[in-house]
């Protein structure tokens, strides 16, 4: 595993931050801004961004705000978005760093990780980007997310990992996003 997230290396998923889902997730105006502030940007550093919509007929498109950012969106019917045919071909070539967010963290997020590690992806949990229903649930799934392989991270913290430093040209633009 990478100790750092690096841009050039690294895809964003965020995993079924859907219409009729968010709603019922525990603090989910935070899960819907932290996947917001990681899909703007990775969009301004040319990182491919990656949104799955579990069951799209029964729990709606995914919500606006993250829609918009996606360069590539996949409707899914395994909890598990690897479970689905084609899924692990449709990933960028040579970005083999997977940072994930979305909902739900113990049933959809944590077996969508879990077959990105075994299919050998490095996978970084963005913890406050991950959302359940209830509390116990999103720490149980990072805390098993983490054991399985996942390096727990934070919206902040890949975001100026992707920088580097307070030299690169997106530095200020992206440092405003997360005040």
Excluded: Y
Excluded at 133 to 157: F, I, Q
């Amino acid at each position: 595993m990478t100790a750092l997230c690096k841009a050039e290396d690294s895809t964003l998923l965020i995993i079924d931050a859907q219409m009729r889902l968010m709603p019922a997730i525990h603090d989910g105006e935070t899960v819907v801004r932290r996947c917001v502030q990681l899909a703007t940007a990775a969009r301004e550093l040319g990182i491919h961004v990656i949104g799955t919509e579990e069951n799209p007929a029964g729990l709606g498109p995914l919500v606006a705000e993250i829609a918009s950012l996606c360069d590539t969106t996949l409707a899914k019917f395994h909890f598990s978005a690897p479970a689905e045919e084609g899924f692990l071909r449709r990933l960028p070539a040579g970005r083999d760093t997977l940072v994930v967010a979305g909902c739900e963290a113990h049933v959809c997020v944590l077996q969508t990780v879990a077959g990105l590690l075994e299919a050998g992806h490095a996978v970084k949990w963005v913890g406050d980007a991950v959302g359940s229903r209830h509390p116990h649930d999103r720490l149980a799934a990072t805390e098993r997310a983490r054991k399985l392989g996942a390096d727990v991270v934070t919206t902040e913290m890949v975001i100026f990992e992707w920088l580097g430093t307070s030299e690169h040209p997106k530095f200020k633009r992206l440092s405003q996003l997360i005040r």
